[in-house]
Nanobody, 125 residues
């Protein structure tokens, strides 16, 4: 089993920045990638970004979100980060991290094996 805990969310004004963290514990050697998704009330869960947890450290972004989001990792801390710049009210959502084996269909939520509880990001205008 893998446990994931997100942190770093909060209330921020439009134009600001946040760095979200996703700390993993348990069988951390068992997954190949970690992704970030977001879900606004009444809307479906949407892919934001993912990063390979193997030596290549490849990164993947939702096409519509490229430029304002940066995903990174700290191997020693088993932690994945999501930096968000120039926040807009439309970024308001619960941000969840997830871990998975393999990388096929990296942007599809159902391909992920483990999920955190999420951290809330609220952007005021």
């Amino acid at each position: 089993q893998v446990q994931l805990v997100e942190s770093g969310g909060g209330l921020v004004q439009a134009g600001g920045s946040l760095r979200l963290s996703c700390a993993a514990s348990g069988r951390t050697f068992s997954y190949d990638a970690v992704g970030w998704f977001r879900q606004a009330p009444g809307k479906e869960r949407r892919f934001v970004a993912a990063i390979s947890w193997r030596s290549d450290a490849s990164v993947y972004y939702a096409e519509s979100l490229k430029g304002r989001f940066t995903i990174s990792r700290d191997n020693a801390k088993n932690t994945t980060y999501l930096q968000i710049h120039s926040l807009v009210p439309e970024d308001t959502a619960s941000y969840l991290c997830a871990a998975r084996r393999g990388r096929a269909g990296i942007g599809v939520a159902s391909n992920y094996n483990y999920w955190g509880q999420g951290t809330q990001v609220t952007v005021s205008s």
